[in-house]
Nanobody
C-alpha cells in the first residue's frame, strides 16, 4: 500500500506555470504506475497524464503544455504545467497503482492523494 500527498498548487495568472509534486510513502514506489487527474467544480474527475517506468501518456488537451516525470530516489512524481489557462482551474489529484502499464481511468487506480487546488486567473 502507498500513501500519496500532493503539493505545489496555488493561484497563478493565465500563461503562467506551476509544478505539482506528489510524494509517496513506501519502498516500492518505482514499481507503481502513477497518474495525475483533475476535477473542476461540478465536473467529473478527468485524466491529465500518466507515467509508467519512463513512458509517459497525456490527455490530448494537455499535450505540449504539461509534463509528467518521476524521481524514484525521492519517491515523487511531478506535473509541470506551463501556459496555464483559466479552464485548467481544478483540484489536481495524483493516483497510483502497483505494476506497469498505461491507465487513464479513475477506477483503475486504487491509491489517491487528497488533492491540491490550482486556480488560474484571467
Amino acid at each position: 500500500q502507498v500513501q500519496l500527498v500532493e503539493s505545489g498548487g496555488g493561484l497563478v495568472q493565465a500563461g503562467g506555470s506551476l509544478r505539482l509534486s506528489c510524494a509517496a510513502s513506501g519502498r516500492t514506489f518505482s514499481s507503481y504506475a502513477m497518474g495525475w487527474f483533475r476535477q473542476a467544480p461540478g465536473k467529473g474527475r478527468e485524466f491529465v497524464a500518466a507515467i509508467s517506468w519512463s513512458t509517459t501518456y497525456y490527455a490530448d488537451s494537455m499535450k505540449g503544455r504539461f509534463t509528467i516525470s518521476r524521481d524514484n530516489a525521492k519517491n515523487t512524481v511531478y506535473l509541470q504545467m506551463n501556459s496555464l489557462k483559466p479552464e485548467d482551474t481544478a483540484v489536481y489529484y495524483c493516483a497510483g497503482r502497483l505494476g506497469g502499464g498505461y491507465y487513464r481511468r479513475v477506477e483503475e487506480y486504487p491509491y489517491w492523494g487528497q488533492g491540491t487546488q490550482v486556480t488560474v486567473s484571467s
